[in-house]
């Protein structure tokens, strides 16, 4: 090998790695702990060539034959677990596997369903190990245009509203960059929901429902998303939706009437609509150019404050 040997050195060469060569021979990948620990322990003790010969003609080569067979449709042991245990004596020499294991998940995320947990579990170890733009790179192709599909499908009904596929897609908060979770339900959650919002407002309803409502959804995100500027402008858009409603001035949206008010509740809603719309913007408050439009801000203020806690009233709204 070139290597200039002294007496210690071409003893440890001829005499020790024979045995260790046939151990590893032997050893079986997904029981790693042992061979970590027997390295780990050597270490001190050993060249640095000679360490690096270990890792590279004996762990390494074995590691890449084990991947290329792993399977995680039908391997019960993660992956990671034999692994990422070689992290501190392998670094980077592991990104040779990487790429095959990542075309080995996205393979098994073919068919894959936002409602099973299972890929946020098998993904989540990587998280830190690949690279963050290979990982953004895998998420975008694999995970993203099933969750968007997800929030294309979500139906949105203050109503009855069945809020299980939405909480499905923010179970991934902290596996997507946030920035690509921020655009993700820029476009493909909030434009339905807005409709919906300025629908609802269209056939005269309860404000203070209204008012848990939009709590309710702004507390199912993380504080973190909350304040992301994507996610920001969306509420502050909404939130000056209300505040036109209730001062009375045109939304500037064109929301056909949703199915789930029927003719009764917009006929009860048209008959109360002047009597309630004076009485909530006069309730305490002199009706001035100033004042009309921060109702709503003040109620989420109010709500807010009194100690409620977060409000999750996303479902049932009862006619006035």
């Not at 070139?2 to 045995?19: A, D, H, Q, S, T």
């Not at 807010?304 to 996303?314: A, E, N, Y």
Request: with cysteine; aromatic share 10%.
């Amino acid at each position: 090998e070139g290597i200039r040997m002294n007496m210690y050195e071409k003893m440890l060469w001829n005499v020790w790695m024979p045995k260790v060569r046939l151990a590893v021979s032997g050893w079986s990948c997904r029981n790693c702990d042992p061979l970590v620990e027997f390295i780990e322990s050597w270490i001190p003790l050993l060249p640095r060539w000679l360490t690096s010969n270990i890792v590279d003609q004996l762990v390494l080569p074995r590691l890449q034959v084990e991947v290329n067979e792993w399977s995680p449709t039908t391997d019960i042991v993660p992956i990671h677990s034999w692994i990422h245990p070689w992290l501190p004596l392998l670094g980077q020499r592991l990104q040779i596997v990487y790429p095959t294991i990542r075309q080995k998940l996205a393979g098994a995320l073919t068919a894959w369903h936002p409602s099973d947990p299972s890929a946020k579990s098998i993904l989540k170890p990587w998280i830190n190990v690949f690279t963050a733009g290979s990982m953004d790179v895998f998420l975008q192709n694999n995970i993203i245009p099933k969750l968007a599909l997800c929030l294309e499908e979500f139906v949105v009904n203050p109503r009855q509203q069945n809020i299980e596929p939405f909480q499905w897609v923010m179970t991934w908060q902290g596996v997507c960059p946030e920035n690509r979770f921020a655009q993700l339900l820029e476009r493909h959650f909030f434009p339905n929901w807005t409709r919906v919002l300025c629908s609802w407002l269209s056939n005269n309803p309860d404000y203070e429902e209204v008012t848990k409502w939009y709590l309710g959804w702004k507390s199912m995100l993380s504080q973190s998303l909350q304040n992301n500027p994507v996610v920001k402008n969306q509420f502050s858009n909404a939130l000056n939706i209300m505040n036109r409603a209730v001062s009375g001035k045109p939304s500037g949206a064109d929301a056909p009437s949703l199915p789930y008010f029927t003719s009764i509740e917009r006929k009860r809603a048209a008959e109360a609509a002047a009597e309630k719309r004076a009485a909530y913007l006069q309730a305490g408050v002199p009706q001035t150019a100033s004042t009309e439009g921060l109702r709503f801000i003040d109620l989420v203020q109010k709500k807010v404050g009194t100690g409620d806690g977060p409000v999750r009233s996303v479902g049932v709204v009862r006619s006035g």
